[in-house]
């Protein structure tokens, strides 16, 4: 891309940069706001640090509740259909598929408890990490926003479901994987953190998630969660 001295012709991004560049690192402000939302999408799903801070801060995004009512139907769902088996039962038809509606309900239930415990998890650490002289408290309103977007990967449980072959037990570890690096991403973008901090975060989230899994397992509740075998089904 060519450069020139006059303002009308230069990037966005850089006539911005010359009147509101950051001082602290001297680089240019949010070059994305002359991106094409496809190619913003693309480097966010790459975990791009720079894409995460120009979604978070620069873009007025509030589908953070719809997000994760859809996130948790599609975790409840992959739970729900995995506690499906083919054997046949003498019950009547209809109090089959009402007993199957109820398991769907519990599975949602149990996936919000779970989700629950792992946001719980994270802001319980940052807490304690949190320095007691520390002037600017963090915004965890927006850390919990953060995190409800950075969850959108667990939208591809459903077509791992559907499209079922001989690696979709590899596939569902590589979403939970790709989904907890996206929060690691959003956590160290959002409170402009180490990326050990986050990391640790991430981790002591990930920690009382699994207590809450060992829990719900405990209550002989087969919850079909990430850390259950997954069962292929025959239909």
Same mark, same amino acid.
């Given at each position: ?120 998890? $994270?802001? *319980?650490?940052? =807490?304690?990490?949190?320095? !007691?002289?520390?002037?600017? #408290?963090?915004?965890? %309103?927006?850390? /919990? ?12 449980? $459903?077509? *791992?479901?559907? =499209?079922?072959?001989?690696? !979709?037990?590899?596939?569902? #570890?590589?979403?939970? %994987?790709?989904? /907890? ?31 809450? %899994? ?22």
């Amino acid at each position: 891309m060519l450069l020139t001295t006059e303002p009308s012709l230069q990037p966005l991004w850089l006539i911005f940069n010359s009147v509101f560049a950051q001082k602290s690192c001297q680089k240019p402000v949010d070059k994305y706001i002359e991106y094409d939302p496809v190619i913003i999408l693309i480097n966010a799903i790459l975990c791009k640090a720079q894409a995460y801070r120009h979604i978070l801060f620069n873009t007025k995004i509030n589908i953070h509740g719809k997000l994760c009512i859809f996130c948790l139907l599609c975790e409840a769902y992959l739970r729900w259909w995995q506690l499906q088996d083919s054997s046949q039962s003498t019950a009547p038809d209809d109090l089959i598929r009402y007993a199957k509606e109820w398991d769907f309900y519990r599975m949602f239930v149990i996936a919000s408890f779970e989700q629950a415990a792992f946001f719980a998890g $994270i802001f *319980a650490f940052l =807490w304690v990490e949190q320095p !007691t002289t520390a002037e600017k #408290k963090p915004n965890l %309103v927006l850390l /919990l926003k953060a995190l409800l977007l950075s969850s959108y990967g667990k939208l591809l449980l $459903i077509p *791992a479901v559907i =499209w079922e072959h001989d690696y !979709t037990p590899l596939c569902l #570890k590589l979403i939970k %994987v790709f989904v /907890l690096t996206s929060n690691f991403q959003a956590i160290r973008v959002t409170l402009n953190t180490s990326r050990r901090l986050s990391l640790l975060a991430v981790l002591s989230g990930l920690l009382l998630e699994s207590a809450m %899994v060992c829990f719900f397992q405990r209550m002989e509740w087969d919850v079909g969660s990430d850390c259950a075998v997954y069962k292929p089904q025959d239909f």
